[in-house]
């Protein structure tokens, strides 16, 4: 895994503390593809748990596999007890029991391409489902948004995770939806958008930044930096649009 991947850590409390969670309109849209109750699922780079909680609260049985062992211990802090942890990243996860469901919340894209997805239906029983969501969050005003730009500008050029297949943004299917449009191991690939508008204070929003890669990979200084020139730029309060990309697909039966 990448420096950036494994770059959470020591930001775990942080993590918890500025990221937001997770809609209930999400579980209901899995479970509606479902068409079927999950009984139990698999949880790929579980985070400090804002999925894990999503689904375990709705009867879910979810055994929850993370690689830094500080995001798994802030995880187990607020999942209920139900919930089996695992310290493991994805690409040592042995097949064995198979699952009905399998998710992995704005964590896949640290995952290794080669055999992504044989590795992931081998974890699935024929016909199960899998689940990728998340997205970016970003200011909702574009002068803001540019003013905030222009003051990262020094230290970096972008923040964001780049498309791992090279897809660019506009583009109808976005990742990894158009892997696994290609993948021989699955099928009735879909793509929606849950649109979410939230509001930060300045401080929150800073605190968010804090969270993201390619900020926790600077320097100390550096990120010292940036975020002292972030806050100066921003309004006491900013609004965000944090929409949330899913994909779903179904593990075929005949392979």
Do not use: C
Not at 135 to 151: F, K, N, S, W, Y
């Amino acid at each position: 895994m990448s420096g950036r991947a494994l770059s959470f850590g020591a930001m775990a409390e942080a993590y918890e503390r500025f990221r937001p969670g997770y809609p209930v309109e999400l579980f209901d849209m899995v479970m509606a593809y479902a068409g079927q109750p999950a009984r139990t699922a698999l949880e790929i780079g579980a985070g400090t748990g804002k999925a894990t909680r999503l689904f375990a609260q709705r009867g879910v049985t979810v055994i929850a596999t993370e690689p830094d062992g500080a995001m798994l211990a802030e995880l187990r802090k607020h999942v209920p007890a139900s919930v089996r942890t695992v310290q493991a990243a994805f690409e040592d996860l042995r097949p064995g029991e198979q699952y009905g469901l399998a998710y992995a919340a704005a964590a896949l894209h640290w995952t290794n391409p080669e055999g992504r997805w044989s590795r992931m239906a081998a974890l699935l029983e024929p016909g199960g489902v899998f689940a990728s969501f998340g997205g970016p969050i970003q200011l909702a005003d574009p002068a803001v948004q540019e003013t905030v730009r222009a003051a990262r500008a020094p230290f970096l050029e972008s923040d964001e995770v780049p498309s791992p297949d090279g897809t660019p943004p506009g583009h109808d299917m976005q990742w990894p939806g158009t892997e696994l449009q290609r993948s021989e191991w699955f099928t009735g690939v879909q793509q929606s958008v849950i649109e979410r508008r939230l509001t930060m204070s300045a401080p929150d929003y800073v605190g968010q930044l804090s969270t993201i890669s390619a900020y926790l990979v600077l320097p100390a200084l550096e990120q010292e930096q940036v975020f002292s020139q972030i806050m100066h730029v921003l309004p006491e309060t900013v609004e965000i649009a944090a929409d949330i990309t899913v994909h779903l697909a179904r593990r075929r039966y005949e392979q």
